[in-house]
């Protein structure tokens, strides 16, 4: 939900501030499959076509975006820095990159065929996170028909969000004790960043209509949710409970979503870059001015501030669509980074589902630290003080690991053959061959 979840004390002499805030939109490269789609196209519909749009390869500066968000995303449930979310608002980017090309997709196929094929894409990996934490929430000994917060018939039917999340899954927000392997706020750190799957499906399912809303009243349509969430936020509208929370995230993130199909229309480029800019900075600017007389208990967190973050991601959106330049290949320095940006596109959804449950993971491994025989007093202390530190080392090998555990299911769901580490590098080597072959066999 749009709300951040609260600072947890973890074991180990250490606390860690968790936020429910998202990553990117599952929109992934692809590898070969049976429609001659070549690794690094788009796994989903949209993807492909974004890559016959650019002459059948990625944009390379909307994947950079992509992984961008995902590290902060990480980075931000690891340390609960508030001024990342003014930094790089990761949410409203990825929202706006989804919307585009959800646009791109809706021009060339039928609504339900684009809404399926994302809804197909989106649900097998979804539903191998949720067995796991299903599994160890029973084991746990949470009974859904007795929780007080989700007891009775209707919190067993509300399990049905982990199998397809038109709402908010239930979960316990303690189990367990505290000496247990895992804190007892585990649940609400793992499974409440699936709020983000709620919104994205919602937004898949209602993009038919927002698209012919738009082009027929554009300005109406994109500043639309910016007035629903004045209206909540001001609570001249008021919807309580988790439609409540559901209706916010939709409000707040809309507006981005819009704008990824106004680029995507063209609507975008047809306004002067000084005006866009004029206007965005504005926008930002009364964003942060809405936020410095509404700050929450984290302070500068966007996420606890739901018109702060609509309007301050809103116009950080339209600079970078307006400036964003078109890369085939990465250009200088980032070309380093090549392999790793075409890894966390492909496994996108992976390291959005795991990536709490695994930070939480590096608790009771660092923890095995202090029985060490030679750990003494200064030894345990210096570890106390470096504790976000290693957890910090230790996320990033787990997330391989998952990567490479759950990751291929992605693949399934995409319709291809499972690979284990998709990075790019068969791609490269057919391109290469390519090109060699095309030498050899062009006339002398």
């Known amino acids: 939900m749009t709300n951040p979840m609260p600072a947890y004390p973890i074991s180990g002499g250490a606390e860690r501030a968790e936020g429910a805030e998202e990553a990117a939109p599952f929109a992934k490269p692809v590898g070969r499959d049976g429609d001659g789609n070549s690794e690094g196209a788009g796994n989903s519909e949209g993807d492909r076509d974004h890559a016959r749009s650019r002459g059948g390869g990625r944009d390379r500066y909307l994947d950079l975006l992509r992984s961008l968000a995902l590290v902060r995303v990480v980075v931000y449930h690891l340390f609960g820095w508030a001024w990342l979310t003014v930094l790089f608002p990761s949410m409203g980017v990825m929202f706006a990159l989804a919307g585009a090309l959800m646009a791109r997709s809706l021009d060339r196929r039928p609504p339900w065929k684009v809404i399926r094929g994302r809804v197909r894409r989106l649900l097998p990996p979804l539903w191998v996170f949720s067995a796991a934490a299903l599994f160890l929430l029973f084991a746990g000994g949470w009974n859904p028909g007795e929780d007080p917060d989700h007891g009775g018939t209707w919190g067993l039917l509300s399990l049905a969000n982990y199998v397809f999340p038109l709402g908010a899954p239930p979960f316990p927000w303690h189990i367990g004790g505290e000496g247990g392997l895992l804190e007892a706020t585990w649940p609400v750190q793992a499974v409440g960043p699936l709020w983000y799957i709620r919104a994205y499906l919602w937004f898949v399912i209602g993009s038919p209509l927002l698209l012919w809303a738009f082009r027929r009243a554009p300005r ?3 500043l639309a949710p910016l007035a629903l969430t004045a209206l909540l936020t001001t609570e001249i509208i008021r919807i309580p ?6 209706v916010t995230d939709f409000a707040v993130y809309g507006g981005c979503w819009i704008l990824g199909i106004a680029h995507q229309e063209g609507a975008l480029a047809r ?7 004029s206007l965005s900075t504005t926008l930002m600017a009364f964003g942060l001015w809405w936020a410095s007389g509404h700050l929450g208990p984290d302070g500068w967190d966007l996420n606890d501030i739901p018109l702060a973050q609509a309007t301050w991601s809103l116009g950080f959106v339209v600079i970078l669509l307006v400036y964003s330049p078109s890369w085939s290949e990465l250009p200088g320095r980032l070309a380093k980074w090549d392999k790793l940006i075409t890894l966390s596109n492909n496994r996108a959804v992976t390291i959005y589902l795991w990536h709490n449950l695994l930070i939480m993971a590096t608790v009771p491994l660092i923890d095995q630290a202090y029985d060490f025989p030679f750990m003494d007093e200064d ?10 530190l290693w957890m910090t080392v230790l996320v990033w090998p787990l997330i391989a690991l998952m990567i490479l555990a759950v990751g291929w299911v992605e693949d399934l769901a995409a319709g291809r053959g499972p690979r284990l580490w998709p990075d790019g590098r068969r791609a490269g080597r057919r391109s290469r061959l390519g090109t060699a072959r095309t030498k050899r066999n062009a006339p002398s």
């Open 220 to 222: 109406a349509t994109l």
């Open 379 to 388: 030894m345990m202390s210096a570890l106390d003080a470096t504790y976000l």
């Open 241 to 246: 409970g988790e439609t409540g929370n559901a």
């Open 271 to 277: 306004v002067p870059r000084y005006l866009a800019v």
